[in-house]
């Protein structure tokens, strides 16, 4: 953020992915802010987690922590965008990490519950189907 302007809207950080809804001032500079972000997580993680890196990834001076791809996809409307925004923060429930959305410490839930966007128990009992619908 201390060279491109964006604004994160929700990101989870789940053990072998993460999402991340962004919006960037300049439309043109979301490929390199995802590199950018990519980049600087995979030279900390080794500082809070020890990482095995394959030989391919090591050759290259990759830590391996990140496919070199990404996904992504333009929000249409507003009804997309809080589907995405409630498909981040439930995921780590979806992948059965935690049992309750509250319980995930690697989100932007509790930022979302503070602001009162959230109650403290939303994901525990909603339906989730049209999350499974949402194309990410």
Partial sequence: MAHYDFEIIAVCVLPDHFHLLIRPDNIGDYPTIIKAVKYN???NVGLVSPTYVSAGYTNKREKGV?????FEHTLMNEQEFE???NYIHYNPVKHGLVE???DWQYSTF???????LYDA???RDIEIDY????DI
């Fill in 110 to 116: 509790g930022k979302y519950l503070k602001d009162g």
């Fill in 83 to 85: 589907n995405h925004v």
């Fill in 100 to 102: 309750s959305v509250i």
């Fill in 131 to 134: 999350l499974n619908k949402v």
């Fill in 41 to 43: 997580f995979s030279k």
């Fill in 66 to 70: 990140f496919q070199r791809r990404f």
């Fill in 121 to 123: 128990d939303w994901g």
